[in-house]
DNA sequence: TTCTTATTTAGAAAATTATCTAAATAAAGA
DNA sequence: TCTTTATTTAGATAATTTTCTAAATAAGAA
């Protein structure tokens, strides 16, 4: 799986700004670049580092490119920082 | 706040060993450089990073200095990757 | 097949990061 | 005050990241 790449991809704005476009629908690589003032190579790359991380999953329609949200990882995530944070009142069944 | 700062010092995978070992107890920096095959330099630079990220706190006592596990931070990503996941049955009210 | 549109890949430059060694600081003890 | 121990800071270097421009690829349309 890899924290170490999925924590890299979540650590740059512009890719935190893409996941929060991809929360409402998915996109074209286009559509996403539209929404800031870098190159459409720019775009790429950071969705690269995103698919990467399996992040996000693309799908080709003719000459388009769809992107949508993969909330898998978001879950492994989640279950790492609640351990590290310690479960309170269900791990440490002591209290 | 700054989720980019908490997200890129989560990246390495030195700082997530780190957090891990605090997530037992404090500790000095000495001992936790004496888990890793690195200079205490270098311990000192990602306890720096984990430190600004508000990861971790600091405390002296004498000549060592005590780190501790800061998990009010990880309330906040958690937050932030639930709310990217989308909140199911809740946030959507239409269901 | 040639053109157009959508997108990625390649190559380069500037900025950032992780690591080291050596030097500096901070506190306590002799 | 001098020495020792714990730790950080400074300066250097190698590796990685982000961005650009220009070129390449992929698919459909004329």
Redesign the interface.
């Given at each position: 799986m890899g924290?170490?790449e999925t924590?890299?991809a979540?650590?740059?704005?512009v890719r935190?700004e893409i996941?929060?476009l991809l929360?409402q629908r998915r996109m074209s690589a286009g559509e996403i670049a539209s929404n800031f003032e870098m190159t459409g190579a720019t775009i790429s790359y950071h969705l690269s580092v995103l698919k990467k991380a399996e992040l996000v999953f693309e799908s080709r329609e003719g000459t388009f490119i769809y992107y949508e949200?993969n909330?898998s990882v978001?879950?492994d995530?989640?279950v790492w920082?609640?351990d590290?944070?310690?479960v309170p009142s269900y791990e440490q069944t002591e209290n």
């Open positions: 924290f170490a924590f890299k979540l650590s740059d704005p935190r996941l929060q929360k949200l909330t978001l879950e995530l989640m920082l609640s590290l944070k310690g």
